[in-house]
């Protein structure tokens, strides 16, 4: 008697409660999931299968030697990786300690009111598009670069980052743009492992009589470095793969220079550049390109999701329900 | 420790001098931060409010070089696009959250959860060759059908990862008392869990939808561009990304201006949903990345 009243309660719950979608729901819910794993399978299938011929023609010589040639169906590319980690490195070098000055100044410093509206404009530029820094990048940034470029070429000839013609699309300005790209990022991240800390590790240093720079720079930094680090590495990823902006500003030639004013090459603004018109071995070429791009990226990630995932998730409830 | 006074007054005033320094270290830091961001927003209104009236909205481009004409095309083409990732871009990001979030303590939660990072992280280039190799190439053209699908799977990481993240944090107690209601998992879930996430998944879901909505990259060999209105998903399609990233690389004064206006009202869409995307969730959750 009691059960047939139990069943007819559930009857009465419609679709939702019909034994059916109850009894199905957990694998249809899987069978989406499971999409995204099919996707990185079918991802590293093709590009794996695409690229294949450019690598047994190629060879590690692909990798290590500069000569783009579609003529003579000829294709190297240490160019482009020697752009891409150049202008990625330039981009650390000058947002690094900028975004660590600002998320200490957001997180430690500055006064209470300040601290959401600001960290909520730099998370809202974090979601510019990358075309619309590209816009400004070549229209705007590209001729002050330029002058600039005049001016140091100028006072300092004798320094090979200085040489050739100043162009104002170049290396440099690809590091800038990325610089200004990543900023947010690394910012919005490490200001979050930063209040991570326990106050007690500050409490404790500045009870001993440190000052407050000493307690940041100490317990502070100590305690959230792998999870900076982390931030850090995110941000490379960022200008790794990044792809208009940087095919705006950097000129686009296949050269190897040690100066910051030659036009260069990344490995994504040699795909956004070339692969609509590629055909047979250049195409293979372009896509061993994307997948030498896909496998640093992702290594890279990797590595920076360990570092931040170690901080953030001391002490915190991680079970599943 | 028996140090002379005066080396104590000169190491407490270096110490004070440090804390000093890098305070304005710190500030000018910040401020240095803001500049450019702060500058890319001035140059957008200058250069795009001038140009910004209704014609912009409804009317074509006029013929390469001539001054004139909107962007209508493309500001449809791109509403298009995302409705065509969002149509299986959602349901899969939001019911693979749900699995994760439910079933997923489980090794193959953790492969996916795992995968959907590493598919995050891949740049979107490659996600727009993936697309061209599987999609345009057996169709032998370019089409909206192929830039949705390519800014779709760029939505289903962030997705997935949002909801689930969502839906953990909602109480063990509500579901158990809804269970011991005699309600079955299925209704629990979608009636009681999803409810009291509700919030924070329609934030991520905004969020995604902010992100592939200023995606240029895997929109080059997908969906292609066109200067037309076409609303055929079987036709190369244009988008306000791909149609800015053109106008900019012309050589026409006139486009270009079209490019700041077209990038203004693009930033003024992608700001306005990631600002309500956080405002809904404001104080209640803490934003997963």
């Known amino acids: 008697m009691a059960l047939d009243a139990d069943k007819r309660s559930l009857k009465r719950q419609g679709i939702f409660g019909s034994g059916i ?133 100028q006072k300092f000839p004798y320094i090979p980052l200085f040489a050739g013609t100043p162009r104002g699309a170049d290396m440099l300005a690809a590091g800038v743009i990325l610089a200004i790209m990543i900023l947010p990022y690394i910012t919005s991240v490490s200001r979050d492992v930063i209040q991570a800390v326990p106050a007690t590790q500050r409490e404790a240093a500045l009870a001993l009589g440190a000052t407050q720079w000493e307690a940041i720079r100490g317990p502070v930094f100590k305690y959230a ?40 090459y990344t490995m994504p ?34 590595i920076a999701r360990l570092l931040i995932w170690s901080v953030s998730s001391k002490g915190e409830n991680k079970g599943a329900c | 420790m028996n140090r002379p ?31 450019p961001l702060g500058m890319i927003l001035f140059y957008l209104l200058e250069k795009g409010l001038p140009n910004l009236s209704l014609n912009f909205f409804t009317q074509l481009p006029k013929p390469m070089g001539e001054t004139g004409g909107g962007m209508k095309h493309a500001i449809i083409g791109t509403i298009e696009l995302i409705a065509i990732a969002s149509s299986f871009g959602l349901p899969t990001g939001l019911l693979g959250g749900i699995y994760l979030a439910e079933f997923g303590n489980n090794k193959i939660g953790g492969i996916i959860r795992f995968t959907a990072d590493i598919l995050a ?35 289903i990481p962030t997705v997935t990862r949002t909801t689930e993240e969502m839906v953990k944090m909602v109480p063990m107690e509500l579901r158990e008392s809804a269970l011991s209601l005699g309600v079955t998992r299925v209704r629990t879930i979608f009636t009681v869990v999803i409810t009291a996430a509700r919030g924070g998944i329609i934030t991520g879901v905004l969020l995604a939808i902010a992100r ?25 399609i244009a988008s306000l990304p791909k149609q800015i990233y053109d106008y900019a690389s012309g050589p026409y004064e006139a486009e270009h201006a079209q490019a700041w206006t077209g990038a203004l009202v693009l930033v003024t869409l992608i700001l306005v949903l990631s600002a309500t995307a956080r405002y809904a969730t404001r104080g209640r959750y803490r934003m997963v990345r």
């Not at chain 1, 590690?60 to 160019?79: E, R």
């Open chain 2, 5 to 35: 006074p005066l080396r104590q007054a000169g190491l407490a005033f270096r110490r004070n001098l440090t804390n000093k320094l890098m305070w304005i270290f710190c500030i000018g830091a910040t401020l240095i931060a803001i500049v």
């Open chain 2, 212 to 236: 592939i909505a200023g995606e240029t990259a895997p929109l080059l060999f997908t969906a292609f561009g066109s200067r037309y209105l076409s609303t055929d998903i079987n036709k190369p």
């Open chain 1, 269 to 302: 603004s040699l795909l956004a550049n070339q692969f609509n018109e590629a055909s047979n071995m250049q195409l293979s070429a372009l896509t061993l390109v994307a997948l030498v791009l896909v496998v640093i990226t992702i290594i890279i990630n990797i």
């Open chain 1, 21 to 153: 979608v109850d009894r199905y729901f957990r694998s249809i819910t899987f069978l989406l999931a499971i999409i995204v794993p099919i996707l990185i399978i079918v991802l590293v299938y093709v590009l794996g299968k695409e690229s294949s011929a450019a690598w047994f023609k190629f060879n590690w010589s692909f990798l290590t030697s500069s000569n783009w040639d579609p003529g003579k169906n000829d294709y190297h590319v240490f160019f482009a990786i020697y752009g891409t980690i150049v202008s990625s490195i330039l981009a650390l070098i000058i947002a690094v300690p900028l975004s660590l000055g600002a998320a200490v100044c957001l997180s430690e410093l500055a006064p209470r009111w300040l601290r959401e509206p600001a960290s909520f404009f730099i998370e809202l530029l974090a979601a510019v598009p990358s075309i619309v820094y590209g816009l400004w990048g070549i229209f705007v940034m590209a001729p002050v670069l330029k002058n600039c470029e005049v001016w140091l070429g």
């Open chain 2, 121 to 155: 992280s891949v740049p979107s280039i490659v996600i727009g060759m993936l697309v061209y190799t599987i999609v345009v190439l057996p169709r032998h053209q370019f089409s909206a059908l192929a830039g949705g699908i390519a800014l779709g799977i760029m939505m």
């Open chain 1, 225 to 264: 470095r792998s999870g900076i680090i982390g931030a850090i590495i995110l941000g490379l990823g960022r200008a790794l793969g990044e792809t208009m902006a940087v095919t705006m500003v950097i000129g686009n030639m296949p050269n190897v220079s040690a100066s910051l004013f030659s036009p260069a």
